[in-house]
């Protein structure tokens, strides 16, 4: 662009013109690249969010009693009857606790701070009674002899030891004085409180507003996996049936036109519309029990299936004509040439798009809200089928209904879980690409 | 005899067909495969088949009719005295249905039918029996719900015995039709690929059932609600305030205003991000960038919206109230349409890249290389023609994330709040469509009451837009999508 008036231009010097569109072109390429680092970011800022206010959940603090179990005090009759035993209550089995507490104290030499002896159990969790019961029920024979018992600490004092309650907030606390918490911190000095992974987390079923120290996962994973279960063996059968009808046998046609619009439609229907068909249909129409594996895991199975089916038609699409062609060829029909040839090869990518479509059900908690999964289930399921009409909870839902409640206990608990069900998805998404790698084939 | 034990016993007929169908084939040419019409194993699947399919068809439909059939017969047997007042039909049946599963409990534990009978009349010791069971009911039974409760325990017990009778029944004369059916020139194979054809046809229109069942549950619901409660309010009132109790005020304005609200800084948030990402990815970035941010935004497709609520719940929402929120004065709440928006609008990044990188990705280069050649550089080629040709398709894409976070739940839930408001103030608490859907159909649920059916008619509402939304994507992608070959 040379000028008449004789404006000077260099090769080696840019123009006004040429360095304001360098300029932008500098700045278009910044603002790509920081809109690439904002999306990374937020991945890393939300994966270290949750990481850091859930992985404490998966330490407990806990106080390893000697418990002598008197025979006086828990089977007078001497028989070891069950059925005569479980009158002693969970406060005989408290006292014998609290005389223990108190025992260990004095043997180790840590002064008790003048507490008062309720204040003393208000140390552990109240389910360490309770625990104790259980444990000698199902074992008679274990009365009249010492038991060496792990009972957990109090919510509170397990959040002493993570930084979650200071002995500031303890002033305001009504649960917890500061007495205890200084209690607390000299017996972990003379190790007597110790901290270890929290098994309990992941077996426990869900506790009372109360105690969260006992709350935990069992109820939810078991309710998980059920639902995934109904969910494989309905939705995987029916989708790829649907896909092969749709991909190699449809006519063109009104139907299949009509078929195929719906499907694409099903994928964008807002999940909180199938809990409410959920609700309509499984629940009040057909009276199935509310908060039970079978009606999360069909409302689930609808959900996932326009995934399975889009990724099954896109994975018979994907072998060639000539297979097809080939077994037509020497005489097969056209099932077998499918059933036979197509879908086998057809395979590995079915599977890959089922585990897909099942990690999306297995975090999907908006309809399980509507069909009654919220409700406090403190029972395990049944096994398989009866188990699938048991109330249960599922993994995601029960994040939720940690939320709602009061005790920031709960909130750890609610990252813990959460971490718990990434888990679980990192492997079924680790499953789906190690099988795409391996059985994957290029035509 | 239960449902498990009835299809076990199913199964265990197929399997059976297909030994007798396969050695009847094989028999009825003295071995000599060759002159069957079809290879052996069809004459085996073929009976299996017909033993086992419309036996369990028979099944599902009598499972989903039974119970709908003996609840008419048991409540025409309530008469209009015996529903107490402040009581209605419907709880007078789940008292029958308690109570039903009550004796149901007490016969597993092996009370004698004799003695279950004698129940039925004492309605003191039924009670007093009842409670031992674990289903203690409120006030004393009325002996006509006691009678209603035993005709519904024996219908109910009836009706399962013929149900096992009938499917099993069917199955026997599927079995012995399609075994008598068996002979050499029989084609087998032709019926038994008709057989899974319509089996496939079947499996499809499941996505069909699925729509009409959604649409019927909405339009049913809602028009219950439309009979309780005036649609002009619904649609018109500018105050939502349920009362349960009656006189409860359920305009729709505060919902929607939430919900568009947060959907649209949503996308303010997304739009940008994921276009800009998704042009930086396509056409800037190395190989290896490429390869490390593709799949990382991927991740962030992959977490479920929960995870996300629980983010806005700890992180963001405490965050954005320390840091923004107070110190401009604009209230004190962590729950709030900003925090609700920025979370979603992270949820919708990766959903917006991914849509738009393919739409780019489509745009053909030589294009781009008709652009260069005339001088311009790589940004003026994206803005001025690569942007142009990608358009419909990438207004396609916004107005998915755009149905999509009108749809969204959990975030919501857990970080715009609960109080419905007319507000400008994005800092402030507001309440959208899906979590009012939520809190409404949860906990103790009573069918009868405006303000639970709400729920369906704010559901059907829900569906219209999205769907709209949806429709309206596709046609204009179809409409304007430039075509190059």
Redesign the interface.
Known sequence: MSDATGHKTSLLEPDARTKA??A??R???L??????G???L??V??LS??LG?GLSAFQQTSISLTIPLDEKKLDKSGKRDPAVMAKVTTVGYGKLIQEALKDMLAEAGVDDGGLKPKELMGLLSKEAAADLRDRVLADPSLVGTTLSFNAMANGRVDGFFKGRVTLKSAERDANITPEQLQLAQRMADAGLIKTGFNWAFLTNPDASELRPESAGLGVAILGSAYMMLIVLVLSL???V??S???EE??PKNRWTD??EI?????A??????????A???FI????LPQSAPIVGGLVLT?MT??TI?IATRASLKSVPQGVRDAALGVGA???QAIFHHVLPLAMPGILTGTILGL??A?????PL??I?M?AFVKDYPASP?QGFFDPASAL?VQ??SW?QRADPAF?ER??GA?IV??LF?LTM?AVAIILRRRFERRW | MSV?LISLLLLVLAALGFVVGRQRAVASVNGDARRLHSLPNYYGTGVALFTAVPAFLLMIVWL?VQ??VI?TRVTEMILPEDIAGGSSRDLVMSDVRRIAEGVDVLAARGMAEGEIARLAVDVAALKTRLADAGVALASDINPHVAEAAAVYRADVATGRAWLAVATLALAVAGFLLAAMQVTPEFRA?NVV?RF??I??????????L??I??IL??V??SWHFFRLYPAKDFFLSLTWAPKFGGGSSLGIWPLLWGTLYVSAIALLVAV??????A???S???SKR?RGI?KP??E??A??????????A???VGPFLRDWFAQPLGLGDSSSSVMTAGVVMG?ML??YV?SLSDDIINAVPQALRDGSYGLGA????T??QVVFPAALPGIVGAIL?AA??A?????IV??GAGAAAKLSLNPFEAMTTV?VK??SQ??GDTE?ASPETLV??AL?LT??VF??GL??LA?YIVRKYREQYE
């Open positions: 569109r360098n932008a072109e700045r278009f390429r603002m790509g690249l920081s809109a690439v904002l999306g990374v937020a991945l800022v939300l969010s949750v206010n059968p029916i989708g049936a649907a092969i009808y749709l046998l449809a009509l078929i719906n499907i694409a439609n099903l964008a229907v807002p999940s909180i519309v199938f809990g409410i068909l609700l309509a249909l009040n129409f057909l009276g609808l299936l326009p089916i029909s056209k099932m990690a999306r297995l975090g999907e908690s908006a809200l509507l009654g919220v089928p995601p994040v939720y939320t909130a609610a990252s959460i069900l990434m998805l998404n | 498990g989903l119970p709908v609840e194979r690929e899974i054809r089996l496939l046809i079947g499996a499809s229109s499941v996505a069909v699925t729509t069942g959604i549950s909405l049913f619901e940008p991000v994921g276009l800009m990402a042009i930086y990815l056409e800037y970035a960038l941010a990382a935004l991740i962030l992959g977490i479920p919206s929960i995870v996300y609520g629980l983010f719940l700890m992180t992270i990044i990766p890249s550089t790589q940004s003026e994206v803005k998915m149905s999509r009108i749809g969204e739940t959990m839930v857990l899906t859907i939520v159909l949860t069918f729920a369906f559901g829900l569906f999205t769907l949806n429709v596709l």
